[in-house]
């Protein structure tokens, strides 16, 4: 008896989150708990109705250019935090970022994301160089920067100069977790204050968290998703822990494919018109990962543009795929991959449409 009592009760939150658009704490939580197996599908089935309503069967195309893996941070759970010794360290100069959005652009895509670590060759006046490049090159594009922590002045000029998207996840919306993650030079009220003063300025943002890092709690993801709906951000990146090697996080366990899956299905049914992608993270922990995640709802895939000869290098955590690829060969691969399950991907910008929704 008690057994079905349950069942109704988190089936019921499903129906109450897709009419409402909002839960309680305590009831997120009973979200986040319930196992039952028809429950995941009962989640997804109604994200996928209201990503079919506002987006259709688009997938729009991100093409991520990773800049740099030097970066002036320690992240406990990051393999390119500074005191890796046994990164081999990159960064592309001006002219290869600017060859691998030319070579992009060819291949269909009107995004470029320029993500990197926080690596100080990169000054303020490289990056308005660059993003101004890219511009002028491909007016018709969208250059989203995913660059880290800078001073409200900097992002302004970044803004000035053309970029219209900046994703910085916010890690975790709890303090106390934020500092098990990161090492005391780093702040919590400092990425947020980052993300507030993103929006401030104008960027469509993404914000995000990693699924199961170390020391998270259920109370820790409600905090998260109610973060979400406050700050209200354009775009919701999330992707599993995954541990690396050369961390000291190396022995914790990875985030699961289920629980990222049920999270993306309640952060769509959360913020109905969203941009959500299904990360390259979800498809190392699970090679079917980003049909999946489409499939839970989420509607934005960013294949990489990097260099193959730097690829292999830019390893966040272990067993990353798609690091032997070409570009084009990976945007075919994920094209085909995208009309599996009954989506398609599409040339466009694909900019953050508020339809509205409160
Ligand atoms: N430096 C920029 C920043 O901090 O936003 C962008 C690069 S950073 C490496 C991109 C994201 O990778 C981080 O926000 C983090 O969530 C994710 N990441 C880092 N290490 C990871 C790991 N071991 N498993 C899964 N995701 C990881
Ligand atoms: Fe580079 Fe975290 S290790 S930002």
Same mark, same amino acid.
């Given at each position: ?83 890796? *010794?046994? $990164?081999? #360290? @990159?960064? +592309?100069?001006? &002219? ?64 000035? *100069?053309? $970029?219209? #998207? @900046?994703? +910085?996840?916010? &890690? ?15 702040s919590f009220e400092h990425r947020m204050q980052c993300l507030k003063d993103l929006k401030d300025i104008g960027y469509q943002v993404g914000c995000g968290m990693m699924v199961g890092s170390p020391y998270q709690t259920t109370e820790h993801l ?25 961390t000291q996080f190396a022995e914790h366990e990875a985030g699961t494919v289920d629980m990222t899956l049920r999270l993306l299905s309640v952060i769509r049914l959360l913020l109905p018109d969203v941009l959500l992608p299904a990360t390259t993270a979800l498809g190392t922990i699970d090679p079917r990962g980003r049909e999946k995640g489409i499939l839970a709802g989420a509607n934005v895939v960013m294949p990489n543009l990097s260099p193959s000869d730097v690829r292999g290098k830019y390893l ?43």
């Amino acid at each position: 008896m008690e057994e079905s009592f349950d069942r109704t009760a988190a089936f019921d939150l499903a129906d109450k989150l897709e009419t409402e658009k909002d839960l309680t704490d305590a009831e997120f939580a009973s979200v986040l708990l319930c196992d039952d197996p028809g429950f995941d599908e009962y989640l997804a089935e109604k994200a996928r109705t209201i990503r079919e309503k506002y987006y259709g069967k688009s997938v729009y195309l991100r093409g991520l250019v990773e800049i740099s893996n030097i970066c002036k941070n320690n992240c406990y759970y990051c393999g390119i935090r500074r005191d890796n *010794a046994n $990164a081999e #360290r @990159y960064r +592309l100069s001006e &002219e290869q970022i600017l060859d691998c959005c030319d070579a992009g652009y060819e291949l269909g895509f009107r995004t470029f994301v320029l993500q990197g670590g926080e690596d100080p060759y990169y000054t303020d006046d490289l990056i308005v160089s660059i993003v101004s490049a890219i511009k002028e090159r491909h007016p018709d594009c969208a250059v989203t920067l995913s660059l880290g922590e800078f001073e409200k002045d900097s992002y302004q000029k970044f803004f000035d *100069a053309g $970029a219209d #998207r @900046y994703l +910085l996840r916010h &890690e975790t919306a709890d303090k106390e977790h934020y500092e098990m993650l990161h090492p005391a030079e780093m702040s919590f009220e400092h990425r947020m204050q980052c993300l507030k003063d993103l929006k401030d300025i104008g960027y469509q943002v993404g914000c995000g968290m990693m699924v199961g890092s170390p020391y998270q709690t259920t109370e820790h993801l409600v905090k998260d998703l109610r973060f979400l709906k406050e700050f209200r951000p354009e775009m919701v990146g999330i992707g599993p822990f995954i541990p690396h090697h050369d961390t000291q996080f190396a022995e914790h366990e990875a985030g699961t494919v289920d629980m990222t899956l049920r999270l993306l299905s309640v952060i769509r049914l959360l913020l109905p018109d969203v941009l959500l992608p299904a990360t390259t993270a979800l498809g190392t922990i699970d090679p079917r990962g980003r049909e999946k995640g489409i499939l839970a709802g989420a509607n934005v895939v960013m294949p990489n543009l990097s260099p193959s000869d730097v690829r292999g290098k830019y390893l966040l955590y272990d067993n990353k795929i798609c690091t032997g690829d070409e570009a084009a060969e990976c945007i075919r691969c994920m094209a085909m991959r995208i009309s599996s399950v009954g989506y398609e991907t599409v040339v466009a910008r694909g900019d953050h449409v508020s339809f509205g929704i409160e």
